[in-house]
């Protein structure tokens, strides 16, 4: 399997625009995930989906991001209009319920100016 | 909600010697699984070893092994051998057992591998 799929690796924009970040989970994985790393907050879960079903958004910052599936293979997190505080790695990962391990994909870097 | 606690931010050991990286967390559930992940340079998080709360076994993977304090809160890794590629950062992280799924991590400890 390739594993997560996650495009771009590298976003650099301005800020104000859009951003559109993609993931490809596992095939077969019924649970994906949004995480996202900075160096002041850490690792935190953004929102995650079961069977393409958004179960826990807690963690979105705020209106401006939104993550959608559409179905189990495709996921997107877009965030509109971008600002500066938004530069993170943006990791994507997906498991399976009879599985403890989540795979996680390359991540997105991103950098808003 | 829980948390996850990692104190030493860095922490650096010679090449073949043990490191052990330290893990606390706060939690009023009594069923979860804990996680050590690896973030070398790649970005790319890697799983290195997974702990079910139920065992009373510590894990173990080849060269990396835990000590599960399940009454401390505590979760820490060895890692025996040390080698140059064990250079990165590592993640201690907290999943519930029945709740959520999402994964609660520590902030990370850089370690260093010296040759």
């Known amino acids: ?113 | 909600a829980q948390t996850v606690t990692q104190s030493q931010p860095e922490m650096s050991v010679q090449e073949a010697e043990t490191v052990t990286l330290s893990c606390t967390y706060d939690t009023s559930e009594s069923d979860y699984y804990l996680f050590w992940y690896k973030q070398p340079p790649s970005r790319q998080m890697i799983l290195v070893i997974r702990q079910e709360a139920y065992k009373q076994q510590n894990a173990t993977e080849n060269r990396f092994s835990v000590n599960f304090q399940k009454a401390a809160k505590s979760f820490s890794l060895k890692i025996s051998d040390s080698q140059l590629g064990d250079a990165a950062m590592y993640f201690c992280a907290y999943r519930s057992e029945g709740g959520s799924e999402k994964l609660v991590f520590g902030k990370g400890m850089k370690l260093t591998v010296n040759p």
Request: charged share 20%.
């Open chain 1, 1 to 113: 399997d390739a594993g997560v799929i996650q495009s771009p690796r590298h976003e650099v924009t301005e800020m104000g625009q859009e951003v559109t970040l993609r993931c490809k989970p596992i095939s077969g994985h019924d649970y994906l995930f949004w995480y996202r790393q900075t160096m002041m907050r850490g690792l935190e879960l953004l929102i995650y989906f079961n069977n393409n079903v958004p179960i826990d958004d807690s963690g979105m910052p705020e209106d401006r991001f939104s993550a959608k599936m559409p179905n189990a293979s495709f996921s997107t997190l877009k965030i509109q209009p971008s600002e500066p505080r938004d530069s993170a790695v943006y990791f994507c990962a997906s498991t399976i319920k009879t599985s403890n391990e989540q795979f996680f994909g390359p991540g997105t870097r991103l950098t808003v100016l």
